[in-house]
């Protein structure tokens, strides 16, 4: 069993910068891949990041590319997600979530296999 609680996010102005940290309880957080994910009202889960367990390799939404940089730190159970240049449509609540196994479809949110509780990102225009 995995927990995930994730963490700042917040109001901000267009343009502005956020950094998201997913924090995960237990001894086994580098077995798991871990993603982003944002969700807008009346919308479905869709794809923002995705990073491998060792953290080598990184995916992207191309709505982020360029803008948005996933990380992790295994020694601290921790994967990021920085923020910049966000724009309205960058509101939404996001969710981090970790997944086992060896599928490299880090987008499809029904291989993963905890999620957190989500935070919640407004971008003001």
């Known amino acids: 069993q995995v927990q995930l609680v994730e963490s700042g996010g917040g109001l901000v102005q267009a343009g502005g910068s956020l950094r998201l940290s997913c924090v995960a309880s237990g001894r086994t957080f580098s077995r798991y891949g871990m993603g982003w994910f944002q969700q807008a009202p009346g919308k479905e889960r869709q794809f923002v990041a995705g990073?491998?367990?060792?953290?080598?390799?990184?995916i992207y939404a191309d709505s982020v590319k360029g803008r948005f940089t996933i990380s992790r730190d295994n020694a601290k159970n921790t994967v990021y997600l920085q923020m910049n240049s966000l724009n309205a449509e960058d509101t939404a609540a996001y969710y981090c979530?970790?997944?086992?196994?060896?599928?490299?479809?880090?987008?499809?949110?029904?291989?993963?296999?905890?999620w957190g509780q989500g935070t919640q990102v407004t971008v003001s225009s």
């Open positions: 990073i491998t367990r060792s953290g080598g390799s990184t």
């Open positions: 979530g970790a997944k086992l196994g060896a599928s490299i479809d880090y987008g499809n949110a029904r291989l993963y296999n905890y």
